[in-house]
């Protein structure tokens, strides 16, 4: 490709710079849908294996793995069956444990989920690259009646330490039955992590135990026959049961061994659940979704590509006459095939380039919404090797485009092009 014809080229593009610059807005718009959707492919892929980090085993009663790590990790769904208490005595003191981490779930605050925890969950969880939790303002729990609130909970409800709270019964936005006999005291703000922690609150297993130590079969206990807080406070409150358990190992190579033992657990029936392998599992599961959004954005660029193709066919009535001249000065056809696939080409690059440069200022500006809002995580980084091949594929399938506008310039001839038709 010489350089006169690239002058040329982009020479004839400025001339019709109105009819180009359309057609260059048209395939950005694809593009940078094309790449948001990679992003946030790429995005949500992260979030999900983000979520939890440095948990070799999460236990809970048998079930389905993607179901046990949905109420575990993303609280979403209820557990079919409890832990014993004796069960998971039993599995801390087995040799190969190196710490635990059991949690309660069931109750709620104003929609967001309360999560029964013990000290070791705050020193012992972990998520994105094995980062530990952090308060933003205050301390984890310590008093019976204390609570340990996420960001996102905070935030929404304008809660700060030593905001008095009161938990509900079920999961839920709308509480039947309150527990305000015995209100909670807000002991600390966790600093944002981008998962479901945000949108919880923390409190004791002894707390859950003290709120339903008067409940019977699920029912709230009749009037005058309650149990206050101070008297709770001087009742044996160890827990009868736990919804689910996370396990730290003493080493990795131990994982399976652990996971046969628990699964094969005669007491009672225990599922054991490694967190990567159900992540993927649960992205598998959805993995649909992710191909049907690639589809529809290919389909836009494809779209805007017919759409060039449609207005380079309009012009070429038009630029009949350029083209005999061209032809006139010394051009040969292939000169006018090469000239219009330039043309296609250099659309296709400027769009692409415009469309990138779109989708990172919008990146941007939604990355930082996404995070608090939804604990997305949107990565705002080079491009990756794929997303320069899909630029690449881009530009290619814009030369490509030109090729039957080039073809239709090609075979007309000189005569053609200088004849007036009256």
């Known amino acids: ?49 983000n979520t939890i980090s440095g948990t070799d085993l999460i236990v809970g009663a048998r079930s389905g793995s993607i179901q046990l790590l949905l109420y575990s990790v993303f609280r979403i769904g209820d557990a079919a069956s409890n832990i014993s208490w004796e069960s998971y005595e039993d599995m801390r003191a087995w040799p190969e444990i190196a710490w635990s981490a059991p949690i309660s779930l069931g109750d709620s605050h104003r929609g967001f989920r309360v999560v029964g925890a013990t000290r070791d969950y705050f020193e012992h969880y972990k998520y994105g690259r094995r980062q530990a939790l952090a308060f933003a303002a205050g301390r984890p729990f310590e008093d019976l009646f204390e609570a340990a609130i996420g960001a996102d909970v905070a935030e929404e409800l304008g809660y700060a330490v030593g905001d008095r709270i009161v938990l509900a019964h079920g999961a839920g936005a709308f509480a039947f039955a309150e527990h305000d006999d015995k209100p909670f005291t807000i002991s600390g703000v966790l600093a944002p992590t981008g998962t479901p922690i945000d949108r919880s609150v923390h409190v004791s297993l ?29 009742l044996d409150l160890q827990p009868k049961a736990v919804t689910a358990v996370l396990l730290g190992l003493k080493s990795r190579m131990a994982a399976f061994a652990v996971q046969r033992r628990v699964n094969a657990y005669k007491e ?23 191909t049907a959004l690639l589809a529809i954005s290919v389909m836009v660029v494809a779209t805007g590509f017919m759409g060039m193709i449609a207005v380079s066919l309009s012009a070429l ?33 400027l ?51 030109g090729v039957v506008p080039a073809l239709l310039a090609y075979r007309r001839s000189l005569a053609d092009g200088m004849t007036i038709r009256i």
């Open 317 to 349: 009535g038009e630029r009949r006459r350029e083209m005999a001249i061209l032809r006139s000065v010394g051009a040969r056809p292939v000169h006018i095939f090469l000239l219009l696939v330039l043309e296609s080409g250099l659309l296709a690059a």
């Open 268 to 290: 009672e029936a225990l599922l054991a659940i490694l967190p990567g392998v159900a992540l993927q599992q649960l992205w598998d599961a959805i993995g649909g979704l992710e």
């Open 351 to 401: 769009g692409a380039l415009v469309g990138t440069a779109v989708l990172y200022g919008g990146l941007a500006v939604a990355q930082a919404v996404a995070q608090a809002r939804f604990g997305f995580y949107l990565p705002v980084d080079w491009p990756t090797s794929w997303e320069l091949t899909l630029l690449g594929l881009v530009v290619a399938a814009g030369g490509l485009a």
């Open 206 to 234: 002894e707390a859950i135990e003290a709120i339903h130590v008067d409940w019977r079969s699920g029912r709230p206990p009749r009037p005058g026959q309650g149990v206050s807080a101070e008297q709770a406070r001087r």
């Open 1 to 49: 490709m010489n350089a006169p014809l690239l002058r040329l080229a982009l020479g004839s593009l400025a001339n019709r710079r109105l009819t180009a610059g359309l057609t260059v807005l048209a395939i950005a718009l694809s593009v940078a849908l094309l790449l948001g959707v990679e992003k946030v492919r790429t995005g949500a892929r992260a979030s999900f294996a």
